[in-house]
């Protein structure tokens, strides 16, 4: 079984936004095990849904702080997430054409879900995560 989890090199050093990425790989780490069991297809659907569900919440969330502290890559950080929809998509239309999850269905989750959020986690996030917290703390400057 494929195990997910995050871990201190995840932190972003912003309370909000590392517990919402906490939830989100929570989210697919589930996901990934409803891919693997048996019945597999219609786990794996109805863990996508779940998984869309609080993708878009924490979005959402996080654009609305990069909005707040007028963050100057904001457009760029909602490109990126702008991909990540598209991957979800892409995976539900691949389990709308396919038996289930199979061997390249889980390559992509593992490059298009997990690795990309990782890294997206590491440099985008952490970025934004560093910026508001110069934004809350003017004096550190």
């Not at 409803?34 to 998984?51: F, G, Q, T």
Request: hydrophobic share 35%.
């Amino acid at each position: 079984m494929t195990v997910i989890t995050f871990d201190d090199n995840l932190i972003t050093g912003n309370k909000t936004i590392d517990e919402q990425h906490k939830e989100l790989i929570d989210r697919i780490q589930q996901f990934v095990s409803a891919c693997e069991s048996e019945d597999a297809r219609v786990k794996a659907i109805k863990m996508l849904d779940y998984l869309d569900e609080y993708t878009e919440f924490h979005f959402k969330e996080e654009e609305k702080l990069q909005k707040d502290v007028d963050y100057p890559g904001l457009e760029e950080h909602i490109k990126k997430h702008e991909e990540f929809r598209h991957t979800i998509k892409e995976l539900y239309d691949y389990l709308d054409e396919n038996e289930g999850p199979d061997e390249k269905f889980m390559e992509q989750v593992k490059i298009n879900v997990i690795d990309w959020l990782f890294g997206h986690i590491k440099t985008f996030d952490r970025s934004v995560a560093e910026y508001i917290n110069i934004y809350d703390n003017p004096e550190r400057l």
